[in-house]
């Protein structure tokens, strides 16, 4: 079966990095995504990663490992509307599988 | 950017009525949709993925003849909550990609309740 793990809550400070790993067991990895959503909306694309390394889109950042079946989102300079839940999604079976993470809770304080 | 619709956002009815819900991606093909369910707190729960002119494939624990799924046309599916109970109350989100893979995109999402 599938599994992934994230933390469940992160608080960090305005202008602030932070890092939200994800961990995930699966069989026929194609690749891992992250999402956004706020509460009461629905989830929003931030970053897809198929290879090993990090891929960079703004101030927003992903890393895979696919030995190590690890990931992270990064998140720099960190401003007030990046409070949201942060979603892994572990993509599989020539991408008809996804499968979501228990998802984390980020609140950014002044 | 793509865009997918979903109507209705918000839906309540009384218990053993049937609902149905649209997903359209309104500037793009969609060659696989899916559907997910959420509740309060909790993840996305995959409960289905169906490609264009094909059956849905249901996930594990998922009542295909109580959640009924078409996919007719590469812009348009629909869930058809069958027989609804207030235990199906739940916030309902399709997403819509391309034969490309990722990334998907996701419609705004419909809040079902049950009572």
């Known amino acids: 079966g599938q599994s992934l793990e994230q933390p469940s809550e992160v608080t960090a400070v305005e202008g602030a990095i932070v890092q939200i790993n994800c961990t995930y067991q699966?069989?026929?990895?194609?690749?891992l995504s992250w999402y956004q959503q706020h509460d009461g909306g629905a989830p929003t694309f931030l970053s897809y990663?198929?290879?090993?390394g990090l891929e960079e889109t703004g101030r927003f950042s992903s890393f895979l490992s696919r030995s190590d079946s690890y990931g992270y989102l990064l998140l720099q300079e960190l401003q007030m509307k990046d409070s949201a839940s942060y979603f892994c999604?572990?993509?599989?079976?020539?991408?008809?599988?996804?499968?979501f993470g228990t998802g984390t809770k980020l609140q950014v304080i002044p | 950017g793509a865009v997918v619709s979903q109507h209705p956002s918000r839906v309540i009815c009384k218990s053993g009525t049937s609902v149905k819900i649209e997903c359209r991606s309104l500037?793009?093909?969609?060659?696989?949709m899916f559907w997910y369910r959420q509740f309060p707190k909790q993840s996305l729960m995959l409960m289905a993925t169906s490609n264009e002119g094909s059956k849905a494939t249901y996930e594990q624990g998922v009542e295909k003849d109580k959640f009924l799924i078409n996919h007719a046309s590469l812009t348009l599916s629909t869930l058809t909550v069958t027989s609804a109970h207030p235990e199906d109350s739940s916030f309902y989100i399709c997403s819509a990609r391309t034969s490309g893979g990722p990334p998907q995109y996701f419609g705004p999402g419909t809040r079902l309740l049950v009572l």
């Open positions: 699966t069989s026929g990895f194609y690749g």
């Open positions: 999604a572990v993509y599989s079976g020539g991408y008809q599988k996804v499968t």
């Open positions: 500037d793009f093909q969609a060659t696989t």
């Open positions: 990663n198929a290879l090993d």
